[in-house]
Structure formats: C-alpha cells, structure tokens
C-alpha cells in the first residue's frame, strides 16, 4: 500500500554534503515512523536516524552531530542531510516507513565518500 521513492544519493569527497530524500505514496498514516538505514559491503543494515510523527528523533552515534532527519509531513517526506561526510558513511542507504503496523522499503540509493 505505501510506495517509498528515494534520491539523492550520489559520490561525495570526504567532508562534503549530501542530502537524501525519501517521498511516500499510497495508504500513508498520519502516524508513522521514517527513517534511515545503511548497509556498506560485507556489513549488516544498520539504524542511522528516524523520525515519528510525533517529532521524535533517534541518530546513530556514528552520525551524530553530522547528519539530521527531518520531515515534511504535508509532502509525505523524510530528508537526510548529511553534513561532514567520511568515508565510513559510504553504504546503500535505504528509507524505512512504518505505520499501522505495517513496514516498507524504500529500493537503495548509493552514497559514496571517496576522494
């Protein structure tokens, strides 16, 4: 029922910026939860940020003080502004949405921090 379109990804030299974007369609609830996730070559998808509705925020301590989640909720839509970038952060980094108790993803989209 909920479809999740991401862009922004692209190749980025270290301490330089990017900033994701995540649109949700479809059977959206004003209760919900987005966030990210990454996942880099031989390594497990982890957490890097989410938002509720509600204005909750959580980061990853890897990430903090570097990125920020933010949404808009009138567009259906999470950002991810990536500020500092390392080459650590260089993963597939996928949009989560959860809401009515139902979870989806979004497809990947490529970050690269390389020089």
């Known amino acids: 029922q909920v479809q999740l379109a991401e862009s922004g990804g692209g190749l980025v030299q270290p301490g330089g910026s990017l900033r994701l974007s995540c649109a949700a369609s479809g059977s959206i609830f004003s209760i919900n939860d987005m966030g990210w996730y990454r996942q880099a070559p031989g390594k497990q998808r982890e957490l890097v940020a989410r938002?509720?509705?509600?204005?909750?925020?959580n980061y990853s301590d890897s990430v903090k003080g570097r990125f920020t989640i933010s949404r808009d909720n009138a567009k259906n839509t999470v950002y991810l502004q990536m500020n500092s970038m390392k080459p650590e952060d260089t993963a597939v980094y996928y949009c989560?949405?959860?809401?009515?108790?139902?979870?989806?993803w979004g497809q990947g989209t490529q970050v690269t921090v390389s020089s």
């Open positions: 989560r949405y959860i809401g009515a108790g139902r979870l989806y």
């Open positions: 938002s509720s509705s509600g204005g909750g925020t």
